[in-house]
C-alpha cells in the first residue's frame, strides 16, 4: 500500500509511515484533533517514483485546497532522536502540479547536508533509511507555537512549557520570531504571570490538559506542535518524544520527593554502566555492609542505577536536622556545581528538615556504632603506624598487592558456576588487602590535612598542591612511566606505529602480527586496566589494546628530551621539593614550631600519598577475573543458544544471568538493554544532581562567569601550573590523536586516560574531584589541570587555542588574532 489515511496508522505501520506519521496515527486514535491527511509511504521512496493517480485522488478528497506537505523518515521522532528540523516541511501548497513537486523535495531532503551530519551525530544508520510524506490540510492559526509537557531545560516533569506566535508557528520551530513564553505548573489554575501574550489563560488550560493526554497516551514526556484556528479550535499538528531528557529514577513516589548525586564521574565513569557492572558493584556493597548489620533494602536505596549512571540518594542528609546545613560542604569534594546546586535545594519546603522516625534513628545508630567499632580502631592504629614509619607501610601495602596478585583462581565447572563464583571472587579482597592498604592512604591525608591547618593564613592559592608533584610510589605512574619504555623500545617501529589506525593496530597484536617490543609484558602485568574500569562491563586493554596504540602514538611524537615523561617526572618531583622548602622555610620563619611540624608532615605526605591509586588498582585483579569468568559463562550459554553472543551477559544482572543458565530466554531483554545502553552512551551531558521529578537544580546559569567575561570559562583548580595551548576534545581515549603540549578536554578521566597525560600541556575536564585519579596523576606530572568545567566538550572547539590557570581554576579562550601567552586582565599567562 503506498497510499493510506492518517486515521489508518497503527503503531506497526511505523516502517512504512515513519516516525512522525506514526506519531499523528497516535493522536488520531487518543482522541485528539488532527488535520485531516494521508501518508505516502516507504514504498513509493524505495520505488523511486511517486504514484501520481493514487496521491492526486487523495489529495482531492481532501478538497484540493492548500495541504501541509511534510518527511516523515523512517529514522525521525524516534525516542532518541527527533529529527527536528532535519527534513523538509513545505506549507500552503496548492495545486497538484505543487503538491507533486513538494513531495520530491522532501525525499531530497533526506540527503540534505544537514540530515546526514544529524544521523552521524547520533549514530544511525542510512543502509534501510527511507521517507514517507505526509499531506495534511493546512490550518489557518489565530495562534500557533510548541508545547513540552516537561521542561526541556530543568527536566522537570512538573512543568509544562509553551512558545507561541501570533498566525503560523514556523516562527517559533525555526527561532525566526520572539514568542511568547509560558511556564505552567502540572495543576492549578494559570498563574496570573502567564497571563499575557497571544494565549489566554483558558487556551493555555486547556493545553495543559491535552498535554497532559497525550503523555499518558504516548507513554513520555511530548513535544507538541499545536495551532488555534480563527475559531478558537485546537489542533494537535505533531507529537514526539522528547528526545534530551534524562530519564528519571524507576519506583518513584510522587509524594516522596528524593534529591540524588551522580558519583560515577569520581570514578571516571561518564559513558553508562552495564547492567552486569552495576550487578557486581551492588553485590558486593551489599556483602560490604552486611558486615556492619545494614540490610539489602538500605543497600538498594543507597546506591541507585538511572540512565546507566549511578547515584547516591542524598535525601536523608538534606532532610536531617543536623546535616541540613553542612551538606553542600560535604559535597564539595564532587565538584563546585554540585554544592551549588545542593544549596539551591536547602530552600525547597520538600527537602526541609525533619525528625527520622525512632526507630530508623535507632537503625542508624546501630549502623554507625558497627561501623566505628568494626574499622575505626584498627584504621587509626594503621596509619599511625604508617606515619611512624611509612617505608614500612609501603612495603606491607605492596605485599598486599602481591598476595591478591597470586591468589588461586577457582574453575568452576559450567555456566552456573562460572556465575556463582564471580559474585563471590571480589570478598576476600574487599574486607581484607584492600582495607589493609588503606591506611597509609589515610595517613597521608591526615598528614596534608593537619599541615593546611597549621599554615592557615600562610598559605597561596595552589602553594599546597604544587608540593603534591611527581608524587613517588604510585603504580599507575609507574604504569605509565612502564608504558613509555615500551614506546621507546617501538622507535624502530615509529612508522608503523604512527601510519595505522590504533584500532587496526590493536587487532593485528590480538591476531599476533605485530612485531614484539615489549607490549605483551606490559598486558600481562597492566591488561587489567582500561577506561572505566570499575564496569565489569568495561573492555579492559587485554581485550582490545587500542587505548594503548593511541597513546603510544603521541609518545612517539616526542622529539625533545626535556619533555619526555620521565625528564618531566623528575622536574616535576624537584619543583614539589622547592615548593615544600619554599613554603616550610616561608612559615618557620613567621611560626617556628608549626613551620617545623608543617614540614615533617609534608614530607611523610610526600612518602605516602603516592599510594592513592593502590587499593583501587589491588580491588582491579578480583574485579578483572569476574569479567573472565562471567564471559566464559556467557560463551558457554551462546553454544547452547540461550544467548546470541557471549558478551550478552553483560546486559544480565548476576540473578538474571543464573536464570539464563538454567535455560530462560532472556534474549529479548538483553536486545532492549544494549538499545538503551547505545542511546545512552551518545548523551554528552549528565547531570551531577537530579531531582526525582526529573529536576536538574544544576541547570541555572553559573553567575560566577559572567564575573570574568565571556571569554573565560571557570571551573575547580586541580593541579597547579600555567598552560598554553592548542585544545583537543576526547570522549574516550583509544579516540585521541594528541601532539605534545596538547591541552585535553574530556568530560571525565581515570586511570584508563593517564597514558595520555604523559605528553599533555594541560588537562580540562567536566566532571571530577580534586582527589579523583586524573587530577592526582596530573599534580604528579606537573600537568596544570582544572576540573568541574561545565559543558567543556562542546564550549570549547577543536584546535581553539586556551590558557588554563590550574591554581585559579580559570580557562581563557584566545581569539584568533590574540597572541598565544599573553597576559590577560585575568592575569593568565602560559608559560614560555
Not at 515 to 521: A, D, I, V, Y
Request: hydrophobic share 40%; glycine share 10%.
Amino acid at each position: 500500500m503506498e497510499v493510506i489515511d492518517l486515521t489508518r496508522i497503527t503503531p506497526e505501520l511505523t516502517p512504512s509511515v515513519g516516525g512522525k506519521a506514526a506519531g499523528l496515527g497516535a493522536l488520531i486514535a487518543a482522541g485528539e484533533r488532527v488535520p485531516a491527511g494521508f501518508c505516502l509511504t516507504t514504498a513509493a521512496y524505495r520505488a523511486g517514483t511517486i504514484p501520481e493517480d493514487a496521491v492526486l485522488t487523495a489529495y482531492r478528497q481532501l478538497g484540493g485546497g492548500p495541504v501541509a506537505v511534510r518527511s516523515s523518515a523512517t529514522a525521525e521522532d524516534l525516542p532518541g532522536a527527533s529529527f527536528a528540523g532535519q527534513q523538509d516541511t513545505v506549507l500552503g501548497v496548492e495545486g497538484e502540479r505543487a503538491l507533486l513537486e513538494a513531495i520530491r523535495q522532501c525525499w531530497a531532503s533526506l540527503d540534505s547536508e544537514r540530515a546526514v551530519a544529524y544521523r552521524a551525530g547520533q549514530g544511525l544508520q542510512d543502509e534501510d533509511l527511507a521517507m514517507a510524506v505526509v499531506v495534511q490540510e493546512m490550518i489557518t492559526p489565530s495562534a500557533a507555537g510548541v508545547m513540552f509537557t516537561a521542561n526541556p531545560l530543568t527536566g522537570t516533569r512538573t512543568e509544562t512549557v509553551i512558545d507561541a506566535v501570533p498566525g503560523l508557528g514556523t516562527g517559533v520551530v525555526d527561532g525566526t520570531m520572539d514568542t511568547d513564553h509560558y511556564v505552567l505548573p502540572a495543576r492549578g489554575p494559570v498563574p496570573e504571570d502567564q497571563h499575557h501574550g497571544c494565549l489566554s489563560p483558558g487556551q493555555l488550560a486547556e493545553l495543559r490538559a491535552a498535554g497532559h493526554r497525550v503523555q499518558r497516551a504516548l507513554g513520555s514526556p511530548q513535544d507538541i506542535e499545536f495551532a488555534y484556528d480563527t475559531q478558537g479550535a485546537l489542533w494537535l499538528l505533531q507529537s514526539r518524544a522528547i528526545t534530551t531528557l534524562f530519564p528519571l529514577p524507576a519506583g518513584i513516589d510522587p509524594e516522596d520527593p528524593r534529591i540524588y548525586m551522580e558519583v560515577g564521574h569520581m570514578q571516571g565513569l561518564r559513558r553508562p554502566v552495564t547492567p552486569m557492572g552495576v550487578s557486581v558493584m551492588r553485590e558486593v556493597t551489599r556483602r560490604w555492609f552486611q558486615i556492619i548489620g545494614v540490610d539489602d533494602a538500605a543497600v538498594s536505596s543507597f546506591l541507585v542505577h538511572i540512565g546507566g549512571r549511578l547515584f547516591m540518594d542524598l535525601t536523608g542528609f538534606v532532610r536531617s536536622p543536623r546535616m541540613h546545613d553542612r551538606v553542600p560542604e560535604m559535597v564539595k569534594v564532587y565538584g563546585p556545581a554540585v554544592a551549588r546546586g545542593v544549596r539551591r535545594i536547602l530552600d525547597d519546603p520538600r527537602y526541609a528538615p525533619r525528625p527520622a522516625p525512632l526507630g530508623r534513628r535507632a537503625l542508624s545508630l546501630r549502623a554507625t556504632t558497627r561501623l566505628l567499632l568494626a574499622f575505626v580502631p584498627a584504621s587509626l592504629f594503621g596509619a599511625l603506624r604508617a606515619l611512624a614509619r611509612p617505608a614500612a607501610a609501603r612495603e606491607r601495602a605492596f605485599d598486599e598487592l602481591d598476595r591478591v596478585r597470586h591468589q588461586p583462581r577457582p574453575a568452576p565447572a559450567d555456566a552456573a558456576g562460572r556465575i556463582r563464583s564471580a559474585a563471590g571472587l571480589q570478598d576476600a579482597t574487599m574486607t581484607g588487602p584492600m582495607m589493609r592498604a588503606l591506611p597509609p592512604l589515610w595517613a597521608a591525608l591526615i598528614a596534608q590535612g593537619v599541615a593546611r591547618w597549621l599554615l592557615r593564613g600562610i598559605l597561596r592559592p595552589g602553594e599546597l598542591n604544587a608540593t603534591l608533584r611527581g608524587m613517588p610510589h604510585n603504580v599507575t605512574t609507574q604504569m605509565d612511566l612502564r608504558l613509555w619504555s615500551v614506546a621507546e623500545a617501538a622507535r624502530p617501529h615509529r612508522e608503523l606505529l604512527l601510519g595505522t589506525a590504533p584500532d587496526e593496530l590493536a587487532a593485528r597484536f590480538l591476531r599476533g602480527e605485530l612485531p614484539e617490543f615489549g607490549l605483551t609484558g606490559f598486558l600481562k602485568e597492566y591488561g587489567i586496566r582500561g577506561s572505566a574500569e570499575i564496569d565489569v562491563g568495561s573492555p579492559r586493554w587485554a581485550d582490545d589494546p587500542t587505548p594503548v596504540f593511541a597513546a603510544l602514538a603521541g609518545y612517539l611524537q616526542v622529539s625533545d628530551p626535556d619533555q619526555a615523561p620521565p625528564a618531566r617526572f623528575a622536574r616535576a618531583a624537584a619543583e614539589a621539593e622547592a615548593a615544600l622548602a619554599d613554603l616550610t622555610d616561608r612559615a618557620r620563619r613567621l611560626r617556628p614550631v608549626r613551620g617545623r611540624i608543617a614540614r615533617s608532615l609534608l614530607r611523610r605526605s610526600r612518602e605516602l600519598a603516592g599510594l592513592r591509586e593502590l587499593p583501587k588498582f589491588l580491588w582491579l585483579t578480583p574485579l578483572a577475573e569476574v569479567r573472565r569468568q562471567l564471559l566464559a559463562a556467557g560463551a558457554e550459554l551462546a553454544e547452547r543458544g540461550i544467548l546470541d553472543h557471549p558478551d550478552d551477559i553483560l546486559f544480565l544482572t548476576l540473578d538474571e544471568a543464573l536464570e539464563a543458565a538454567g535455560g530462560a530466554d532472556l534474549r529479548a531483554l538483553v536486545s532492549d538493554r544494549r538499545r538503551e545502553h547505545d542511546r545512552e552512551t551518545r548523551r554528552r551531558q549528565v547531570p551531577g544532581l537530579l531531582l526525582s521529578d526529573g529536576t536538574n537544580p544544576q541547570a541555572l546559569p553559573d553567575e560566577r562567569v559572567a564575573e570574568h567575561g565571556p571569554d573565560v570559562l571557570v571551573g575547580q583548580p586541580a593541579a597547579t601550573g600555567v598552560a598554553t595551548g592548542p585544545v583537543r576534545i576526547v570522549h574516550h581515549p583509544s579516540e585521541a590523536r594528541l601532539q605534545p603540549g596538547d591541552i585535553l578536554v574530556a568530560p571525565t578521566t581515570d586511570p584508563g586516560w593517564t597514558p595520555l597525560f604523559l605528553t599533555l600541556g594541560g588537562l580540562i575536564t567536566e566532571t571530577g574531584s580534586p582527589i579523583a585519579h586524573g587530577p592526582t596523576v596530573a599534580r604528579e606530572y606537573g600537568i596544570p589541570a582544572i576540573i568541574c568545567v561545565p559543558d567543556a566538550t562542546t564550549r570549547l572547539t577543536e584546535g581553539q587555542v586556551v590558557t588554563i590557570d590550574g591554581a585559579t581554576g580559570l580557562v581563557r579562550m584566545h581569539g584568533p588574532d590574540e597572541p598565544d601567552g599573553a597576559e590577560d586582565e585575568d592575569g593568565l599567562k602560559a608559560n614560555p
